[in-house]
């Protein structure tokens, strides 16, 4: 496999023949520094990154695979994601893949998660069931995301090369409004064009993203889009301007059924652990 680059060929996950369901974790938004000390909004992220990991590991749940859907640096330097990579290690062997996010530096990212590990695959099979694609909805210095028309003719050429799978697609803006009109107007530009193309083929089911720091799950286009808690600060829902919340990070876990069915259920440390500064007024 390439050093640096965004790939794009395929990874079939390993699952244990007499397992019926999918375990899948999902981790967004750590928004890690290159110095550990940093606070974001008054949260240390590499702290609250090691208390998810270790509130994870407690819970001795199993998971076949761990989706990173981006953001995972605050400062985009290769010690941030370094940190990020031996986090991970920790919840070893469970293979992890990863997109970026409107705080990423792709280049510098996909140089260290290759070094540590990391597999740089966008495109995942799980037995004759299932699917995954991890989109690139980075915008090069904005926060808003756009999918480039190669992703689009990428996207629909792995629907079309296993079109008996149940798909679900990974992205870092979502594409429809949350409800906070400062987080909307970054999220996913282009979003009639993504929703184009899923809505030709019912087998994608489910969109997963990070960006807006919150819980969602909602119906798009016919489709389950979710959203998920960042391991560090949360947005308030349906606040028109910026605002943070004192809710716990989070993480998602996600169980895919062979029939198509998709469980979720989102997950927080305890309250009072990690409390932003919560008369901050942007970031
Ligand atoms: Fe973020």
């Known amino acids: 496999m390439k050093k640096g680059a965004y790939l794009e ?42 208390a998810v990991l270790e509130a994870i590991a407690t819970q001795k749940q199993r998971f076949d695979l761990i989706i990173t859907t981006g953001d995972l640096a605050q400062e985009p330097a290769i010690t941030s994601y370094q940190y990020f990579a031996r986090g991970m290690a920790e919840l070893l062997p469970t293979p992890c893949v990863w997109l970026p996010g409107n705080h990423d530096n792709q280049k510098i990212m996909a140089d260290v998660l290759f070094d540590e590990g990391i597999t740089a695959t966008k495109q995942v099979t799980i037995s004759d069931n299932w699917q995954i694609l991890l989109l690139d909805s980075q915008v090069s210095e904005q926060p808003y995301g756009h999918l480039s028309d190669h992703q689009l003719l990428w996207m629909e050429q792995c629907l079309q090369m296993f079109p008996q799978h149940y798909t679900l697609v990974a992205l870092h803006h979502p594409p429809l409004a949350c409800g906070c009109r400062w987080l909307d107007q970054n999220n996913l530009r282009n979003a009639s064009m993504l929703a184009e193309i899923v809505l030709r083929y019912p087998r994608v089911t489910t969109l997963l993203c990070g960006h807006i720091h919150q819980e969602i799950d909602l119906n798009w286009c016919g489709k389950r889009l979710l959203a998920t808690p960042s391991t560090c600060i949360q947005f308030k829902p349906d606040h028109a301007t910026f605002t943070l919340d004192n809710a716990a990070p989070g993480w998602r876990c996600i169980n895919l059924q062979p029939d198509g069915t998709v469980k979720t259920q989102v997950k927080r440390l305890a309250n009072g652990l990690f409390y932003p500064d919560i008369n901050a007024n942007g970031y």
């Open 9 to 50: 060929n395929l990874f079939k996950l390993p699952v244990p023949a007499n397992e019926t369901e999918i375990r899948i974790l999902q981790l967004t938004d750590t928004h890690l520094f290159a110095d550990k000390k940093k606070t974001l909004l008054g949260i240390n992220t590499a702290d609250s990154y090691s």
